[in-house]
């Protein structure tokens, strides 16, 4: 009769530490490379993301009818389609197209980095999501102060700069850190495409030594460090945005 | 007169870049229609119409099982005694924390490398069950709905005004006659905007059971893929089928939504 961890864990505590040390035989070095590889992809494409929803909301607030339209089929598209799907496509699509322009250009083709690659991929999903919560959170700015710094003379970066990314924070910063929580999720999909990220390296490690659940089980706990250490993080940020901003607590 | 507006609106709509977008969007897809690959259609489609089944059902039944089981978790978070409050919050914290294909692939190969070395397990009526992927690809599926929407029904129940469930207890009505007749409709209407939104994520988290070796539309593109050797078009076929139910989902809620009457207490 097995004991409950053993069948829980398939490993002793001894068995354990073993396959979970950082040393080789053991597989904690991998998982933790896998790890900071999933932040460096979720930070990339959560600031990629943040780029093209500040073009995209500036784009769908203030641009031509044109580039309203196309940003409207950019944001409508991606939100339809499954992220996997997405980035099956954008990663065939994409390395096909970049390779076919260098040959056309005379270049030698090249093999794209599967960090880039993923990065980019992701950053174009997230624009979608940052678009739609910029757009909402520019748009809750008081109209009053858009005004006076146009009255003020200041041009369009300036004002940007200055009035409408730091008065738009406090209303950005819960869609941001939900989409930035999604990024750190969304990594996990580039396992399907077999890039090295923690779940890829946890599939790895457990068809490897047959121990399952003990390294899905760690992968959980790290993604869920991951998350909780982000909340707090985030919930710093959101209190600084909103300095001198009257209390919202509920009084019920 | 209607037909007047009729007429004003369409021309608000079909303003002359709109004409521009639409003659882009026919050449575009005149060119993957004439230019593209699509001979392998016809001997793929009964499978792709079984995929698309598939996913559907899936869809439905996760959402379905999903919402039950996040109406009691977002209740006991929202007004439950604290031994259960705290789990159903620690429950919507693990599964909004980790990705769904961690979860997944957790329960397919962490369980099902468990169960067969229980004998009791083997010889129950559920064995032949347990063996196949797809009961494995509903329950990752409808815990994650339960996580996320059990978190959207908390915000629900703790918004529905105070008078309300006040004004049932002054009507004389037990907590169990409040609760189905008052609080809980009014928590619904609420969510429901939230729960299009959501729905339309499920969908979009249907295509991992594909990893799983489940057969929904996803998988059957990728066997296309890997049999005729055709990169894009099944992909892009793939993208339209997600593009075409989205938008069912989306028109479901909107009609659910004009049924009810808008203004909120």
């Known amino acids: ?252 | 007169m209607a037909m007047t507006r009729t007429i004003a609106r369409t021309s608000e709509w079909l303003q002359p870049h709109r004409i521009v977008l639409i003659i882009v969007a026919a050449a575009i897809v005149l060119a993957c229609a004439f230019l593209m690959r699509w001979d392998w259609l016809p001997a793929y489609l009964p499978l792709a119409l079984q995929g698309i089944w598939r996913t559907i059902w899936l869809l439905v039944v996760t959402a379905a099982l999903g919402i039950t089981l996040a109406i009691p978790i977002g209740f006991a978070q929202a007004a439950g005694p604290a031994f259960l409050a705290v789990p159903a919050r620690v429950f919507c914290t693990v599964i909004r924390g980790t990705p769904l294909l961690l979860q997944l692939w957790l329960l397919y190969y962490g369980l099902g490398s468990l169960f067969p070395q229980f004998p009791w397990i083997r010889e129950s009526f559920l064995w032949p069950y347990l063996r196949q992927a797809w009961p494995y690809g509903v329950l990752a599926l409808t815990l994650s709905y339960a996580g996320y929407e059990g978190e959207v029904m908390r915000g629900a129940f703790a918004g529905v005004p105070k008078g309300q469930l006040e004004a049932a207890r002054a009507f004389g009505m037990r907590r169990w006659t409040a609760f189905r007749r008052i609080w809980l409709p009014q928590a619904l209407r609420r969510a429901l905007p939230t729960l299009a939104g959501e729905t339309v994520l499920q969908l979009k988290a249907t295509p991992l059971v594909a990893t799983i070796t489940m057969v929904d539309i996803y998988s059957v593109a990728s066997r296309v893929r890997q049999e005729t050797f055709v990169t894009y078009e099944p992909l892009l076929l793939l993208a339209l089928v997600y593009m075409a139910i989205t938008g069912v989902i989306v028109f479901a809620f909107r009609k659910i939504e004009a049924r009810i009457p808008a203004r909120l207490g």
């Open chain 1, 1 to 252: 009769m097995r004991t409950l961890t053993d069948i829980f864990l398939s490993a002793s505590a001894a068995g354990l530490a073993e396959l979970l040390a950082f040393d080789p035989p053991g597989w904690g070095g991998n998982l933790l490379r896998g790890l900071l590889a999933s932040v460096g992809i979720a930070c990339g494409s959560f600031g990629l993301g943040l780029l093209i929803g500040i073009c995209g909301a500036y784009g769908k607030l203030y641009g031509s009818p044109m580039a309203r339209d196309l940003f409207g089929l950019y944001t409508t598209i991606v939100r339809a389609v499954p992220e996997l799907v997405l980035i099956l496509l954008l990663y065939f699509a994409g390395t096909d197209l970049v390779n076919r322009l260098l040959t056309l250009l005379g270049y030698a083709p090249v093999d794209i980095n599967g960090l880039i690659a993923g990065i980019c991929v992701l950053g174009v999903v997230q624009g979608a999501y940052s678009t739609e919560v910029l757009r909402g959170a520019i748009l809750a700015i008081p109209q009053g102060q858009i005004e006076a710094a146009r009255a003020y003379g200041m041009s369009p970066i300036l004002q940007l700069r200055r009035i409408t990314l730091p008065a738009m924070a406090p209303y950005a910063i819960p869609g941001l850190a939900n989409l930035w929580l999604i990024a750190t999720k969304d990594t996990a999909l580039l396992a399907v495409v077999g890039f090295n990220e923690l779940t890829q390296t946890t599939r790895l490690a457990a068809g490897a030594t047959k121990a399952y659940f003990t390294f899905f089980f760690a992968a959980g706990v790290l993604y869920l460090a991951l998350t909780l250490v982000s909340n707090i993080i985030i919930s710093r940020f959101e209190r600084y945005s909103r300095r001198g901003m009257p209390s919202v607590m509920e009084t019920r």
